[in-house]
């Protein structure tokens, strides 16, 4: 994204308005996959946690 900005302004681009837009694409999607893998993080600890299964195991008993 950085790099992009930095080239349009010291280069120029001939297509006004597609680095920032395309800076803006990068910076929302990476947000949006953000939020998407804490969501899903969330879901799989609370799927984990109502199956209410024991962490372990105990083979016997003494």
């Known amino acids: 994204m950085l ?14 308005g597609y ?7 990068c910076l929302l999607c990476g947000i949006q996959l953000l ?8 879901l799989g600890r609370t799927y984990m946690e109502t199956k209410r299964r024991p962490v372990y195991i105990i083979k016997e008993i003494l």
């Open 35 to 42: 939020v998407i893998g804490i969501m899903g993080e969330y």
């Open 3 to 16: 790099y992009i900005v930095i080239k349009a302004l010291t280069v120029g681009d001939p297509v006004a």
């Open 19 to 25: 680095p920032s837009m395309m800076a803006m694409i």
